[in-house]
Each structure stands twice: as C-alpha cells, then as structure tokens.
T-cell receptor
Framework: GAVVSQHPSWVICKSGTSVKIECRSLDFQATTMFWYRQFPKQSLMLMATSNEGSKATYEQGVEKDKFLINHASLTLSTLTVTSAHPEDSSFYIC????????????FGPGTRLTVT | GQNIDQPTEMTATEGAIVQINCTYQTSGFNGLFWYQQHAGEAPTFLSY??LDGLEEKGRFSSFLSRSKGYSYLLLKELQMKDSASYLC??????????WGAGTKLIIKP
C-alpha cells in the first residue's frame, strides 16, 4: 500500500528557532501533498496544499511567511515553522496524493512539535 | 457555509455494536470519508462512500444518504482496540476535504 513517512516524529525546540518537518511518499509519486495541524481534542485543520514544483496554496488565516512549504520533488515536501512560538505547539500531519483520484490521501504518522 | 457534524463522544461495550452518525453540508459533494485516529497518531482510512447505500468491510460498515446529507459508521463486535476517534470528512466540489471534529469512542469491557 501507499506509505508516507514523516521526520521527525517529535521535536522540542526553543521559542524563536525554526523547525523543519519532512514528509516523504515512500512507494509512490505524490503530485499533491497536504499539511494539516491538529490541536488536542480538535479535528484536522488544513494548512496548505502543495503541488510538486509550484508554490503552495495556503488556507485562510495561515501565515505563509511563518509556515514555509517546499514540494521540490514528487516524493518530498517540507514544512518549516519559522520563529516558532509556544502557540505553534501542535501535531502536524502531512498527507500525499498521487493525483488520480485527488481525494485519495495517504497520511503520514504525524510530528509532535513542542515549543518551549 | 460548509459544515460536518458528529457527536463529540460515545461509549459502548466490548462485543456490542455502535453507530456513529455524521451530517454534512458541503459546497457540492464528491463523497464522504470515515477515518480512524488513535490518540497521538495520524488518521487511517476506513471507508469512502459516494453513492447511496451501505458499504460493508468486515466489522465496519458505512452508510450514505445524499438526499439527507447523512452518513453513519457502524462498528460490530467491538474490541478494545476500537477505542479511538472517528473522523467524518466530506469532499466538496473542489475535491477539498471538510473535516468533522471527530467522535471519541470509548469501549468498556
């Protein structure tokens, strides 16, 4: 089956530093990758959609200068949380789609970010 | 606006049957998903319905009524490992998933 990995699985960083999270599709080419954030006891919140080789499309209210997304290849997308603050602490999950059909998304295991 | 409604929490007994309901309002409709999410883990796909009716997959079944904007997930022969959150998500006309807040299912022995 389609496997998506994320690295790191958890990270603790100090306020003001930047953190990069990688999302990889291991056995398929992901033309589209999605980044979600999930706060405790809440549902998934889509942050942005990225297509390989083009700029990401951010959801309303998500700061694109703070959450930098790069989808440089068909198997890798990265999310960089710049100048992280404690309120950025959350569970970040990526998903990937082969593009046909677009709705089939395969989720990574998630990254728990804690900003101290 | 677009909206997905499902109960916040449900409790059931091991070995029993439980039905988790979901109502949706989306801009256009291209199907409805159910995902299972254990605490601290990413969601895993359970089912996808785009036509009316019941889809059965082992102990899990999912039902859709497009005219009523309604779906349910039916879990039979409940096991302790079924304790998790169950997320309902509708796919709108732009093929974007609209997520519900999830139903936390607690299984008691």
């Amino acid at each position: 089956g389609a496997v998506v990995s994320q690295h790191p699985s958890w990270v603790i960083c100090k306020s003001g530093t930047s953190v990069k999270i990688e999302c990889r599709s291991l056995d398929f080419q992901a033309t589209t990758m999605f980044w979600y954030r999930q706060f405790p006891k809440q549902s998934l919140m889509l942050m942005a959609t990225s297509n390989e080789g083009s700029k990401a499309t951010y959801e309303q209210g998500v700061e694109k200068d703070k959450f930098l997304i790069n989808h440089a290849s068909l198997t890798l997308s990265t999310l960089t949380v710049t100048s992280a603050h404690p309120e950025d602490s959350s569970f970040y999950i990526c998903s990937a789609s082969e593009g046909a059909p677009l709705y089939e998304q395969y989720f990574g295991p998630g990254t728990r970010l804690t900003v101290t | 606006g677009q909206n997905i409604d499902q109960p916040t929490e449900m409790t059931a007994t091991e070995g029993a049957i439980v039905q988790i309901n979901c109502t949706y309002q989306t801009s256009g409709f291209n199907g409805l998903f159910w995902y299972q999410q254990h605490a601290g883990e990413a969601p895993t796909f359970l089912s996808y319905n785009v036509l009316d009716g019941l889809e059965e997959k082992g102990r899990f079944s999912s039902f859709l009524s497009r005219s009523k904007g309604y779906s349910y997930l039916l879990l039979k022969e409940l096991q302790m490992k079924d304790s998790a959150s169950y997320l309902c998500a509708g796919l709108d006309s732009n093929y974007q998933l609209i997520w519900g807040a999830g139903t936390k299912l607690i299984i008691k022995p």
